[in-house]
């Protein structure tokens, strides 16, 4: 299932695309495994990240209405793990979401795996810039570092 945008963000005038790397559970509207989530990708899902996620960048001073959510792999299967077949599928369709985004300035790829579409973004001459991702996990093993993903 592919969560839509949130329509509290940017949408087509959004100026800076906050890429994560797949999306969590709380985005999926079916009602599977015994919960429904909101059906998008947004800050205020019911999740840690989307907390994280709002409040840094409430710190940061990145308006909402400049910003959009995304994910490299946009899709929940009902796993955290992804493959490399995956990444390479979600790398291929984020061409046409960039088409999409004609007030586009800059990509921020969030977490690790969201990296492997920098080319994609630099074929299009936009800056793609990196930060931590803001997932529970990383606060507890990474604090420091996550503690920084607002400068980031």
């Known amino acids: 299932m592919v969560p839509d945008f949130d329509p509290l963000d940017g949408g087509i005038a959004a100026e800076v695309l906050f890429l994560m790397e797949k999306p969590g559970p709380m985005t999926d509207n079916t009602g599977a495994k015994g919960h429904a989530g909101s059906g998008f990708i947004s800050r205020d899902n019911d999740d840690p990240t989307a907390e994280a996620i709002l409040r840094f960048m ?3 001073g990145i308006a909402r209405k400049r910003s959009i959510l995304w994910n ?4 929940w299967n009902g796993t955290r793990a992804i493959s490399s077949a995956e990444l390479a599928a979600g790398t291929e369709r984020l061409t046409t979401l960039l088409e999409l985004l004609p007030k586009l300035r800059v990509v921020i790829g969030v977490g690790a795996k ?3 579409a920098q080319a994609v973004i630099s074929d299009r001459g936009l800056p793609f810039l990196v930060s931590a991702h803001p997932s529970p996990i990383n606060r507890a093993r ?3 570092i ?3 993903i607002p400068s980031q």
């Open 58 to 60: 409430e710190e940061a």
């Open 72 to 75: 490299t792999v946009p899709w």
């Open 114 to 116: 969201s990296r492997t």
């Open 142 to 144: 990474r604090r420091v």
């Open 146 to 148: 996550w503690e920084m």
